[in-house]
């Protein structure tokens, strides 16, 4: 198992400036650093993958940054999902480029995008049809495409354990994985146990996030039951770390956090690493 921290613990960008971040992680015993991409977000790929292979850490990206409404693989428009497709690929080519080892998100739409509407026929076909594409893709550059389910309040397309499934088996490809994200699953399953369950043949990764986003433990996700189904499935892949830094300018109000959650990325790390360590050792003894 990998423990692995989001870059956005520390910095709202990351640029050639805070190639720091890495050597944080490092220190604080991550394996892994997740770094979000968009077309607001300019670095040197080879400069972060340098720094990165000097610290044996693994990088993995997704699209947190601007990210172009049209750019859709679910859009009911042609052109739109064709553009997405386009959009995609080159944040798979950048992940290739930087040695990154995955490109992860809510890929089959786009979040913020919510339609208040029956589910048109052929929605969730048409959308696998770019996924293969994009999984594809992935494949002959040797990065993982990874689906995250997200909450109905951030998308109408892919919210539950099953349907990411669903998506998954429609798209036709082994290079589909899941991100199963705690925070998320607050308000889309009542057994997280089963949940997990539902996704293990798939699931590449876990964002292991509290309720309100702060640290784990002491909110509403019922860890005891995540880390014995971790075990009980055998999990190895990566546990990471995910908040937004309060103390960075607007950038948590930017991400629609209104709380102060993460004032402190190297702290939030060491506490959310001491509880993820305790639980996962705890649920091996009994």
Known sequence: MILGVHAYLFTDRWTDDRLDILDTAAVLGAGAVEIAVGDDV?????????????????TYLGPGGFWPLQ???SSDDPEERAEGLIWHKRQVDLANEMGSVAYTGALYGHPG????????????????????????????????????????????????????????????????HVLF???HMVTEVRDYGRALRTVKDRLWGIHACESDRGVP?????????????MREIAFDGYLVLETYNSSVGDFAHRRGMF??????????????????KAGLSAASLD
């Not at 300019?42 to 720094?51: A, D, E, S, V, Y």
């Not at 509403?220 to 880390?227: A, G, I, M, R």
């Not at 004032?263 to 790390?269: I, Q, S």
Request: one cysteine or more; hydrophobic letters at 35%; aromatic letters at 8%.
């Open 113 to 176: 995008v919510v339609k208040r509407r029956v589910p048109p026929p052929g929605e969730y076909e048409r959308t696998a049809e770019g996924l293969h594409k994009l999984a594809e893709h992935g494949s002959q550059r040797g990065v993982a495409i990874v689906l995250e389910p997200m909450s109905h309040f951030r998308t109408h397309m892919v919210n539950t354990p099953g349907q990411v499934m669903r998506m998954v088996g429609l798209s036709q490809h082994a290079n589909l």
């Open 217 to 229: 433990g002491g909110g509403l996700v019922p860890w005891q039951s995540v880390f014995m189904t």
């Open 71 to 73: 750019c859709d693989l």
């Open 259 to 276: 709380h102060d959650v993460c004032p402190d990325g190297v702290a939030f790390a060491r506490e959310g690493f001491r509880f993820l």
């Open 181 to 183: 994200d705690t925070y």
């Open 42 to 58: 300019h670095f040197t790929p080879r400069l972060t993958q340098r720094r990165a292979e000097e610290l044996r850490l693994r």
